[in-house]
């Protein structure tokens, strides 16, 4: 996230975002960071994506659910789990 919006639009998005991310399920978890107001919003699914996709704006849009498996699967590797 930090390499793609760079560390002050990531340190905003992780603020807006760190309760869903702790409260995630199985779903993919796809973040849209709006460039212009600084806004965070995380989708689920693909309708999601679409209806939080604003008109005429620069959005990046990250799926964040297979970086975060895998960070987790490290960590559990890491600690011997």
């Known amino acids: ?8 639009d990531a340190a905003i998005a992780w603020t807006l975002i760190r309760s869903a991310v702790i409260d995630r399920d199985e779903r993919p978890f796809v973040l849209l960071f709006d460039l212009q107001d600084k806004e965070a919003t995380v989708a689920t699914d693909f309708d999601g994506v679409l209806e939080a ?14 970086p975060m498996a895998r960070a987790t699967r490290a960590l559990a590797r890491a600690v011997g789990g």
């Open 1 to 8: 996230m930090m390499d793609t919006l760079g560390p002050a």
């Open 53 to 66: 996709l604003p008109y005429g704006r620069r959005v990046i849009v990250l799926r964040l659910d297979l």
